[in-house]
């Protein structure tokens, strides 16, 4: 059974950068492509980013492109996500989540109902 932990959240000002962790345990990592999901109160759960078991293919919500940054390290068994430039509207749970190796990653980032992992989220919130 996978069990995914994030970390790494927390309060910023606008304008600045927090790197969440999601650490695995009880599985390889690698068999995996790996999203993270975020909710806001009131708000849709989205997928953010999502990456595939390599590393070598991304997919980014269009909100985030070019301020936040997916990675991995299979052999840490951890993936990342670096934010940059946050804003106020980044403000929300965000949830690293597991999904069999042959997803695509825009058609985990797109359809929830296709990750058979979560974590137990991390708060992040983007206020002066």
């Known amino acids: 059974q996978l069990q995914l932990v994030e970390s790494g959240g927390g309060l910023v000002q606008p304008g600045g950068s927090l790197r969440l962790s999601c650490t695995a345990s009880g599985a390889t990592l690698n068999y995996y492509t790996i999203g993270w999901f975020r909710q806001a109160p009131g708000k849709e759960r989205e997928g953010v980013s999502c990456i595939s078991t390599s590393g070598g293919s991304t997919n980014y919500v269009d909100s985030v492109k070019g301020r936040f940054t997916i990675s991995r390290d299979n052999a840490r068994n951890t993936v990342y996500l670096q934010m940059n430039s946050l804003k106020p509207e980044d403000t929300a749970i965000y949830y690293c989540?597991?999904?069999?190796?042959?997803?695509?990653?825009?058609?985990?980032?797109?359809?929830?109902?296709?990750?058979?992992?979560w974590g137990q989220g991390a708060q992040v919130t983007v206020s002066s």
């Open positions: 989540t597991a999904a069999m190796r042959v997803v695509p990653v825009q058609s985990l980032c797109a359809t929830p109902s296709r990750v058979l992992y």
